[in-house]
């Protein structure tokens, strides 16, 4: 069995490593929204093919984590994900789907992959997620919620310097 480690998709490298700032939560739509303090740490897994996000934040004092594993199709701009959180979510993981696409200008492309969850006695809901750097040392986390009829409400919004 080959354990050497497979060099990081170029598009995913600009994520890699440590960042702190803050995560601003959005209860409802068009509210100023909660900011605390965050930190994330981006590290290559499954020999470079993805990428984990790890994150924390807290909410009234309590505090909180999600995990998020990217990957972008070696030969096409199709993004997957699996992304649970402490609050976000029940224990069931949310599988998401999306697009890689090029931002001119930026660090890094712009990921950006959603997913549907039950809300019984309801139809489902969604989550759509994007992040980017617009620049080497910054990292954007944005989180929306998608109601049934295909509105989206932001719902998280985290800005992040790299530390390391």
Known sequence: MNSTPTKPDARLTPYLGS???TSRLHMEPDS?????????????????????FSYTW????????GTMILGIH????????????????TNDTLFLKGTHEKVKGAASGRVSISGTFPAPPGPDWG?????ECPEAASLLLTMYVIEPE???HLAVHAEYA???
């Open 19 to 21: 960042w702190r700032g």
């Open 32 to 52: 100023p929204g909660i900011t605390t303090d965050s930190t994330l740490t981006a590290t290559p897994v499954a020999k470079g093919r993805f990428i984990q």
């Open 58 to 65: 807290s909410h009234e004092g309590v505090a909180h984590e």
């Open 74 to 89: 070696p030969k096409s701009d199709v993004a997957t994900g699996a992304w649970v959180d402490s609050w976000h979510q």
């Open 127 to 131: 989550w759509r997620i994007t992040v």
């Open 150 to 152: 295909g509105e989206e």
């Open 162 to 164: 790299k530390t390391s």
